[in-house]
């Protein structure tokens, strides 16, 4: 059974940081790109990050309102996926999900992300 658990949310102050985990089980995660999407209340789930898998040289991918202040990376002894979010902004504020695709059909229970003054 595919399973992606993911960890490290919070409440944190504009311009704060926070790193999220994924952990990955029921199948081979070095053979896949996973992606982060997220959900801000009230509207639809957004796709914000991508690392493909090491075959593909993990090259990464972002939107473009998480550029520059996110980075993805990976673990495949640990099956792990992070996401560091840095300079956060009010606008970031949502559940974040680990993906095996772009749209969010596949994910976990996802982690609630608040930034607040």
């Known amino acids: 059974e595919v399973q992606l658990v993911e960890s490290g949310g919070g409440v944190v102050q504009p311009g704060g940081s926070l790193t999220l985990s994924c952990a990955v089980s029921?199948?081979?995660?070095?053979?896949?790109?996973i992606h982060w999407v997220r959900q801000a209340p009230g509207k639809g789930v957004e796709w914000v990050a991508a690392?493909?898998?090491?075959?593909?040289?993990?090259?990464?991918m972002y939107s473009s309102s998480v550029k520059g202040r996110f980075t993805i990376s990976r673990d495949d002894d640990k099956n792990t996926v992070d996401l560091h979010l840095n300079n956060l902004k009010i606008d970031d504020t949502a559940i974040y999900y680990c993906a095996l695709d772009t749209k969010g059909r596949q994910r976990g229970q996802g982690t609630q992300v608040t930034v607040s003054s």
């Open positions: 690392i493909n898998a090491p075959n593909v040289g993990r090259t990464t």
């Open positions: 029921g199948f081979t995660m070095n053979t896949y790109a």
